[in-house]
């Protein structure tokens, strides 16, 4: 059987989102087909990127993971150095018009970062693991392809030029301003293939890297099949509920949606309250409203978006969104922030859900959600579970998985 390896930058059964659970789930449907190596690092949290599991081999769900501890670069002017990346794309991002076109061009020229800046910036964000690099250094020839997950970090991008011509790239990339900074555009122009969540982060990587247009692509995304478990046992609200999925971080829109739910349940006429599941990277204040449950396993995360009024999705950056599509597999609607353009494209391809940015466009939607009727419910689920199932089904993404790894070595 051919061998395949998975790189992403955290691995393991308590990593219940994003990119890391992606990863997860394509490799254990890949194993049908491929023996898989996933390499990673010994990290659990995206902050610190500290060694939380042993270095070394273990089995995950019958996947092979490698893990590779992470080292901190004691860096003096590493705040200085973030701070200068940041600024830059204040420059970059604006528009150019006639009235700002000398200055751009200046501001431009003064901020085009060199590839050792770029890459002394991403050891210092991390996750910075040499040992991983040296793996697939001195691994290469023994798998067929190299999977490599999420365009931001170090082992992305430093490994995928140790392989090149047998890479596949998943960038799960959004709107967001690390994007735009220069030293990505080597990273677009390199991988043999590169797979996109959605035709949106398509259209959005090949806007600002024109290169990455001459390499094969596809739109693949993820797979749903319904969990076959029983729901676990929760305690559950006594009263109506909406539910949110995933990091509890300022990053993700989490502040914002407590303050507008805040203001809303305090000026509502009945009890309603907001379940927040996941791991906290943000302070969190004790309230009558909102309910942290911290981090879940499936079962009860599934229950509890079962028996929601709606799942709520606040984050402006988002690739795919899985937990939206697992909610609409559910037959629940969907809250979402319209500034987000992959979340928007669910919600008007599917018809399954609703679109606010103002606090006046939130609170009307939830009184809409809270005073929709049977009929009304049982249309919007209908919707939500068609458009899943046309578009969300592993076979056919698997299928083209297959198709680029023979691309890759009909190619080589």
Request: net charge positive.
């Amino acid at each position: 059987m051919d061998k395949i390896a998975i790189i992403v930058q955290r691995y393991g059964k308590e990593i219940n989102g994003g990119a890391e659970l992606h990863a997860k789930l394509l490799a254990e449907q890949l194993k049908e087909k491929y023996e898989i190596d996933v390499l990673t690092t010994c990290s659990i949290d995206y902050i610190t990127w500290g060694n939380h599991y042993s270095e070394g081999i273990e089995e995950i769900n019958g996947i092979k993971v490698i893990r590779f501890n992470t080292k901190k670069k004691i860096i003096q002017e590493d705040r200085k150095l973030s701070d200068y990346w940041y600024q830059s794309q204040k420059y970059l991002k604006r528009k150019m018009t006639v009235f700002n076109f000398w200055y751009l061009i200046l501001k431009r020229r003064k901020y085009k970062i060199r590839d050792n800046k770029f890459i002394e910036w991403q050891e210092m964000q991390g996750p910075f693991c040499p040992g991983l690099i040296d793996y697939i250094k001195e691994s290469k020839d023994q798998y067929k392809a190299f999977i490599f997950f999420t365009y931001l970090y170090y082992p992305t991008n430093l490994g995928i030029r140790e392989v090149a011509d047998k890479s596949i790239l998943i960038p799960t990339a959004h709107d967001e301003p690390p994007l735009y900074f220069g030293g990505f555009g080597r990273l677009f122009s390199t991988p043999k293939v590169i797979m996109y969540n959605t035709l949106s982060e398509k259209n959005l990587v090949e806007a600002i890297y024109p290169d990455s247009k001459n390499r094969k692509s596809d739109v693949a995304a993820i797979g749903f099949n319904k969990p076959e478990f029983n729901y676990g046992q929760i305690q559950k609200p006594d009263c109506k509920y909406f539910v949110y999925v995933g990091r509890i971080d300022i990053n993700k829109g989490c502040k914002v949606l407590v303050d507008y739910f805040e203001r809303f349940a305090k000026s509502y006429e009945k009890e309603v309250k907001l379940v927040m599941i996941g791991n906290y990277f943000m302070k969190l204040e004790p309230s009558e409203n909102v309910i942290y449950t911290g981090f879940i396993d499936e079962a009860k995360k599934w229950n509890y978006i079962q028996n929601a009024e709606a799942l709520i999705i606040p984050s402006p950056y988002e690739s795919l969104s899985m937990v939206t599509l697992e909610a609409m597999s559910l037959g629940k609607p969907v809250l979402a922030n319209k500034k987000c353009e992959v979340l928007k494209d669910h919600i008007k391809l599917s018809k399954a859900g609703f679109l606010y940015i103002t606090y006046e466009e939130f609170e009307g939607k939830i009184k809409k959600i809270l005073n929709l009727s049977e009929q009304e419910k049982k249309e919007i689920a209908n919707k939500g579970i068609f458009y899943v199932e046309k578009n969300y089904q592993w076979e056919t993404i698997i299928s083209k998985f297959i198709d680029a790894i023979e691309y890759i070595n009909d190619n080589s």
